[in-house]
């Protein structure tokens, strides 16, 4: 099998790269320490750098009635200690951490770390459950081409519209949608609360059903990769079972997909926030939202040290994992490059795409034709007609309106975020040793924080939104392009072309961007609706356009109330998001051309 | 190497089943509670507690909603004092009143004694920072005898007993009060109900507490749980979750059946806060077009579903007394026209903001929005949470707010909204308000001590403050309030100070 061929003699190598390993891994850990020591000062200067009095905050939190008089702003400065500035309180804070004490919550004044730790069993054991569901939906995703791909029927590349559909519903409403149906309606599992297990599967399949569908997505497309690799047509020769092939292909193709787990999946410990609160669970993406709008410090920066540290844990995890994967292939640079074949595309995928092309531009043009913001009171919430295509929303504003002249701000937006976002996740996903350390550092961070410290910074803007995703979104990125990265580095061409004298540029731009620059694109193109979503999400900021302008997060967010009396306000919007995820993922893998790569090999 | 990789698989794919049920056991370990206990009942409240429970802060109205804890006074349903630990009172002197205690008895066992209501009320004086009933007045309270306090103001405190209903004048058992300040209402208060257990900010677990004074109460205990989210809570009730679910978003009223549905007039009225100290609204022709364009009945059947009531003034149906006494507000201002309206603001943008913190408003300013650009004003909106944007509130930065503010605050007197909110040196003035009629108008209300004369002079400030056009009353809130047809007795009280009491029960 060539994924774990080594030679017999190769002793000294293995040495020599255990040697450098350690050296990277110090670096690596310097990194982490880094990254998490700059993510706290940041949060521990938040209070004095938003221009928001942290003691007119913390009364409010407290009281929502009291008069913010001087003398009782002057009461809570005092008893807080907030006169002796940031720094005094980091020490502190740090300095009581080995104790085991993390101080007191600066509004309830109870100690922090059992309201930290309780939250973050809720929210861990919630996200385990996600990830049940994340493996199961990704299973279902990829097992087509598995099945036919360890046949060697593979023939023609499918177009993942399934995969990009449902990487493109949105949590909340996912989540509005199970509680209403599954809760509600049938009774099936309660409808909020932290009860039990059965407590656990509606937000679970919430959480887990678009991570799935994103991770499944991406194992599909490089599934075929790997069976396009030569050892599988020798196993499929020799006459080794379809599931023998199939687990090895599995086995090649996850080691490169295991790294999005981080920022998909465990990153749902601190960043649920709406899940939590549609479902009432006491979770650490709930606390930490809280202390943050309260700017309760201490609770705050445990809830991010808590955080970071789990980033890391999980990180460093996912890398033993993809190590016990790949095996000393990896190490010692025997591994093959993992390339796409030139498969023919399917033809339905190309309609697919066509399709959603037509309607969306359909739904723009004749958007763009209505009036967005013209509020009929009257006409408020009315099914969709002749008059109104899509109904209106809880204002009477047409619904088709809304979204055509939504798009191009949205798209142009999400577009924009995500390009920066891939940008800097490929150039910190090759920065190997530092890039890994705060891949690992920023990834759980939910955007919320990150859009407190922009507001922090900036004030209230149109761009301090997109600003704020860009900071924390391009983790999953980074995390793929490392990944990635290290396998093309491992394989066997990079050595040949390292010995026939090629230079860094030409290495970089002949075989390292090619063999991560379709994958990371892929991702990013999955993840354009949920771009779209984190950037609405920050509007209670300040962020963002302000209402009345139409943006298609908003659509979806300020008619999710209605989502029971009038599911089409919310249909319209969250089709949009699918067509738009099912044309940007089939329409760029039909612009792509297959037989360059194969040259290249 | 394969069977390495094999076990991780392993382990990957069983440790979220075998951690899953394991901390989720103990996570639902408050729920020990439900099911089999007869008669509980079960209620969702809407704001999680943030202080312990502490009287002094916003957890406070839990415990007069779920009567764990009493004052010495209680407001009836006119807002008028009743007895509550205190069975009559009496004015000595402008500054001192005396209170007579009744016969009862603390949860931990102890007697209401005139020396622990001293002691509370001491307390409640001493806490840092003040609660705010408190803030207004400096009270010193004495031990007559055994069953009387003699309670003496700095300067005269015409509403005193009314004061004294607020829930953070709650009397609690001297051994509520802890010497690092914090006060802990479980098991130390005097009401029909004892909190037995609290979780954090998700549960809690009261039961009933026999030797109240009053009788026994009719349900053998409470169940709470904290559901912030509107939604969520309509849905805990739709589902049999929970029997009485407080606050239910105008948006999910319909989908409750009717049976369980309960308006009650609220004290909260929405209006449109006009920035009289800077920006353009200092133009009183300006604030007049702007009162004229906007028209707050648009809101009530479509933003609040039918659950609100077209404004009538500052003070809407849920205090009684308002109606009769209004007075007609005169020499208002010449509203500007369309056109001098933008000759007048040359092209300026009117800075509307709002709160994302009760949905309604969001909506409700976007309908405002298109009224007033009918009036010939340019609008921008500027919306987020209250946190985020109540300093630039204070500091004036915004020319329109569309607001929802309760008119009675914990003193259950109307006067002290009025002089925070539009008198010169008012804490919380975000019209920046500065009116020498008004003040003097407010000041006259404050002092007279008279209930039917007070009021009448309170209708009057009413009519000085928008006569400056500096507020436009918008709506009168409803509160919609879920209860499970198989319960009786829940109190529906627009003060939102009571919920369950003695009476409330499962059928």
Known sequence: ??????????????????????????????????????????????????????????????????????????????????????????????????????????????????????????????????????????????????????????????????AAVLAALPKFLLASLLATVCG????????????????????????????????????????????????????????????????????????????????????????????????????????????????????????????????ITAGLLIQ???????????????????????????????????????????????????????????ARLLPPSAAHPLGTDSLGRDLLARLGHGALRTVGVALA???????????????????????????????VLAGLLTTAVTGPSVWGAALAVCLVGWTPYAAQAAALLEQERASGHMLASLSIGAGRGYRLRRHLLPAVLPAVLRNALLRLPTTVLVLASLGFLGLGEQPPTAEWGRLLSENQPYVELAPWA???????????????????????????????? | ?????????????????????????????????????????????????????SPYSNDATLLSKLSVAEGLTALDKNGAAAPALATSWKQTNPTTWTF??????????????????????DHADAAKPKPRVLSDVTLTAKVDDADTVTISTKAADPVLPLRLASPALAILSAKAYHKDGTVSPVGTGTGPFKITKLTGKTEASLDRYDGYWGGKAKA???????????????????????DIAEWIPTAQAKLLDAKTRHEVPSVRTDSLILNTGNGMFTDPALRAAAREAVDGSALVDSVFGGYADPAQGLFGPAVRWAADKRVDVTGRAKAATPAQVRSKTKGKVLRLATITNRAELPEAATVLQQQLEKAGFTVKQDVREYTQMEADLLAGKYDALVFSRVTLLDTGDAVAYLASDYKSDGVYNIARLKDPKVDQAIKSAAEESDTTKRQQKIMAAEAQILRTDAVIPLVHEKVIQGIATNVEGVLLDPRERSLIDVDTRLK
Request: contains cysteine; hydrophobic residues 50%; proline residues 6%.
């Open chain 1, 184 to 311: 509600v309606w049938l009774g099936w599992f309660p409808s909020s609360g932290w009860e039990g297990p059965s407590s656990m599967v509606l937000p679970a399949l919430a959480l887990g059903v678009p991570s799935g569908a994103m991770i499944g997505g991406l194992l599909d497309q490089a599934l075929p990769a790997a069976f396009h690799e030569p050892w599988a047509r020798t196993w499929h020769a020799y006459g080794f079972t379809s599931g023998h092939i199939a687990r090895h292909a599995l086995r090649r193709t996850l080691a490169g997909v295991l790294p999005q787990l981080l920022p998909t999946v465990v990153a749902l410990v601190g960043g649920a926030v709406a899940v939590e609160k549609i479902f009432n669970i006491p979770g650490l993406g709930r606390l930490a939202l809280d202390a943050a709008i309260a700017q309760d410090l201490p609770p705050l920066q445990t809830a991010t040290l808590v955080l970071i540290l789990l980033g």
């Open chain 1, 570 to 601: 919310v249909l319209g919007p969250a089709c949009a998001l699918v067509l738009l995820s099912v044309l940007a993922v089939s329409g760029t893998a039909s612009g792509r051309s297959g037989p360059r790569r194969t040259a290249d090999r």
């Open chain 1, 417 to 447: 975020v995500t390009a920066v976002c891939t940008l800097t996740g490929l150039l910190l996903g090759m920065a190997t040793q530092v890039g890994a350390g705060l891949t690992e550092a920023v990834s759980t961070l939910p955007a």
């Open chain 1, 320 to 378: 033993a994992l993809r190590r016990a994967l790949l095996g000393p292939a990896l190490r010692d640079g025997a591994l093959p490059a993992l390339h796409a074949p030139a498969l023919p595309r399917r033809r339905s995928s190309r309609w697919a795409a066509g399709a959603c092309a037509i309607a969306l531009l359909t739904l723009v043009i004749a958007g763009l034709l209505r009036d967005p913001l013209h509020v009929d009171t009257a």
């Open chain 2, 220 to 242: 053998p205990g409470i169940d709470v749980t904290w559901i912030a989210d509107g939604t969520a809570r309509a849905n805990a009730l739709r589902s049999g979750d929970v």
């Open chain 1, 1 to 162: 099998m060539s994924v774990t061929s080594v030679g017999a003699d190769a002793r000294p190598a293995q040495w020599r790269a255990g040697l450098g390993r350690l050296a990277a891994g110090s670096r690596a850990g310097l990194g982490r320490l880094a990254a998490g020591v700059a993510l706290l000062t940041a949060v521990a200067l938040l209070p004095w750098l938003s221009g928001n009095d942290p003691a007119l905050t913390v009364l409010r939190a407290r009281s929502a009635d009291q008069d913010p008089t001087p003398a009782q702003l002057a009461a809570v400065r005092e008893q807080l200690g907030l006169d002796e500035g940031p720094f005094t309180h980091l020490v502190h804070w740090l300095g009581g951490l080995p104790r085991g004490d993390a101080g007191t919550s600066w509004v309830s004044g109870e100690p922090v770390l059992p309201q930290v730790t309780a939250a973050f069993a809720v929210s861990f054991t919630l996200m385990l459950g996600a990830l049940v569901v994340t493996i199961a939906v990704a299973a279902l995703v990829s097992a087509r081409t598995l099945y036919l791909g360890s046949r060697r029927r593979l023939h023609r590349r499918r177009g993942a519209t399934g």
């Open chain 2, 100 to 121: 007579e205690l009744r016969k009862a008895t603390f949860q931990d066992g102890t007697p209401v004694t005139a020396e622990s209501v001293v002691n509370a009320l």
């Open chain 2, 1 to 53: 190497m394969r069977t390495n990789s094999r076990a991780l698989f392993a382990a990957l794919a069983l440790t979220p089943l075998l951690a899953g049920c394991f901390v989720s056991g103990e996570g639902g370990s408050g729920a020990d509670a439900e099911g089999g206990s007869a008669g509980r009942l079960r209620v969702a409240l809407a704001v999680p507690p943030v202080q312990e429970l």
